[in-house]
């Protein structure tokens, strides 16, 4: 029975992990044989993955058939877009303001840049995943109600709600740039309708994580290095969670920008 502190880490764990969302989006459809779900998901660590699943209670393997748990089937429900907050196009949309741009801490990775928070109004609500094709690096993510977009070391976080973060920022100028240049964009659709553009596929590789970590080689996380956990973050091998040390208030900068560098693996 999936429910407590521990159970609940294994489900976090287990859907921290785009290969294996993607496997239980299949499995919301029907029930795969292993070879299907290999041809979608990829032979590389299935065994794994699906391991994964089946600790946290999420899928099972009956008779060569992998399928849903009854808890995995709620558990997908609950994640499943709200008809009344899924929106098809943009009309009734407002175009965007930039109402507050401030300036937080210092970028961990780079203490010469900062950390920024602003906010675009109105809040595009459930209209925000449809502008996810604007972007080459552009990334919406159901698990935080977010578009993440990458410009070059920049991250952007709009949430539906309208609040957005960037880190690696050098100045309020340059957010505000960036942020002229985001606002002129969506609104720009927001006027004539989206057209879908094909996007470049966003790679992160284990040394664009290893930037963001503590790098203190302190092993709290089972592994000798931040290295070695950085490869085996990317290779799905373990958890963000595992490295504690993020949660100490010095790395909150750079906790968010690998929990949004996470969407991409
Ligand atoms: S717990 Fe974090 S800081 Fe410590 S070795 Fe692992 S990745 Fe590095």
Do not use: W
């Amino acid at each position: 029975m999936v429910g407590g502190q521990a159970d609940v880490k294994l489900v976090s764990n287990a859907m921290a992990n785009a290969t294996r969302r993607k496997i239980m989006a299949m499995l919301v459809e029907k029930e795969r044989t292993r070879a299907e779900v290999e041809q979608a998901a990829g032979a590389s660590m299935l065994d794994y993955h699906l391991q994964m699943l089946q600790q946290a209670g999420l899928a099972d393997i009956k008779e060569e058939q992998i399928v849903l748990t009854e808890f995995g089937k709620n558990f997908m429900e609950t994640k499943a877009e709200k008809p009344a907050e899924a929106r098809k196009d943009l009309s009734g949309t407002m175009p965007l303001k930039i109402t507050e741009v401030r300036q937080l801490l210092p970028c961990i990775a780079d203490v010469s840049k900062f950390r920024i928070i602003a906010r675009l109004e109105p809040n595009l609500g459930g209209a925000l995943k449809l502008l996810e094709p604007l972007f080459p690096r552009g990334r919406y993510s159901e698990r935080i109600g977010a578009l993440i977009i990458q410009k070059g070391n920049v991250l952007i976080t709009l949430y539906s709600t309208g609040n957005v973060t960037m880190t690696m920022i050098s100045s309020e100028a340059e957010a505000r740039a960036v942020l002229e240049s985001l606002k002129e964009t969506i609104n720009k659709a927001i006027a004539s309708g989206i057209t879908p553009v094909a996007r470049e596929r966003v790679m992160v590789d284990h040394a664009e994580i290893y930037k963001y970590l503590p790098r203190t080689d302190c092993k709290i996380c089972g592994e000798q290095s931040c290295y070695a956990f950085a490869i085996r973050l990317v290779a799905g091998e373990t958890a963000l969670e595992k490295c504690t040390p993020l949660l100490e208030p010095r790395f909150a900068t750079s906790l968010e920008t690998l929990r949004a560098l996470r969407e991409y693996l």
